[in-house]
């Protein structure tokens, strides 16, 4: 079976404590051989070489710099993650995160699964705000090298032999929520627009991609020290979205926050759509019950042969993590593999 797999993982995992330079590849051995174990057929680095989800990738590129978060802002946490600003014309100028991923590629007879935030990334927290006329009077030109430098990177990785590549992002569902769209309105920015833009962007840089290589797409309405920014259901982005061309959907649905399966109904023939039906933000375990229950509710929108089971986001998006322990976030990935061996069967 190609991936995505019928248990599969976002990518984060919490941290173990003390890790540094110098016991960062035992770690992340060490993490490896525990998710084999556990029976995942796509294994990941726990994502311990970064120490933001997305920054770590976008701040590499040439044309990009850091700034502080102006808002929409996570509940519950004075600190903020910033977002990424583009003040010069953008490229794809040195290798990004190869390294990272040839050792893990090294330490695992598995797939070796690695993420990357996707090229909507550079705009949505920002906006035109956040792109420097100077470097781009014409944002069609802006998303042209967006595109560019999305295809080199993928580009590179496949060239280091990587066949499973995840884009993570968080736009489509943010435009779900009234205030972040109120947001992008105050950026300069059409948020009835904006999901088909960030769709196309994604779609152009899938163009070329290395054959035989799975890309999917994740998305969650926010993942920063067990908080969250955006609330709403699919609808207003699920056409859009699922015309990205990637292969599969990682999406968010352990809450109401999420809405209901009803958007699932525009997903294309054949693509797969993994559940993210099992919390990362909370130690809670959820039953075998709930979950065989949910993905039967699901299946009357995909049918179950495309459809997956995995956590609703990673487990430290941040080098922060998440306010639960490492062993209710095994339990949890236990629980992933359990419930989708019985019911893929």
Known sequence: MKPPFRADQVGSLLRPPGLGPDNLKAAIREVVAKQEAIG???????????????????????????AQNPGPKFGGTEEQPPIPNVTGKLRYSRPIMIEDFSFLRSTTGKIAKFTIPSPSMLHLRAGRAGIAKSAYPDLEEFWDDAAKAWRAAIAAFGAAGCTYLQLDD???????????????RQNGDDPDTLPRIYSKAISNALKERPAGMTITLHTCRGNFKSAWVAEGGYEPVAESMFASGVDGFFMEFDSARAGGFEPLRFVPKGKKVVLGLVT??????????????????ASKYVPIENLCLSPQ?????????????????????????????????
């Open 170 to 184: 968080v736009s489509f569902s943010y435009l779900c929520d009234p205030k972040i769209r109120e947001r992008c």
């Open 40 to 66: 995942l057929q796509a294994v990941t680095d726990g994502e311990f070489s970064r120490k933001w989800w997305h920054l770590d990738f976008m701040e590499q590129l040439e044309g990009v710099t850091v």
């Open 280 to 297: 990362s933000k909370s130690a809670e375990l959820e039953s075998k019950e709930l979950l065989k229950r949910r993905i039967d509710q």
């Open 313 to 345: 986001c990673g487990f430290s998006s941040t080098h922060h993590g998440n306010q639960l322990s490492h062993e209710a976030q095994w339990r949890k990935l236990e629980r992933v593999v359990e419930v989708a061996r019985e019911v893929w069967s």
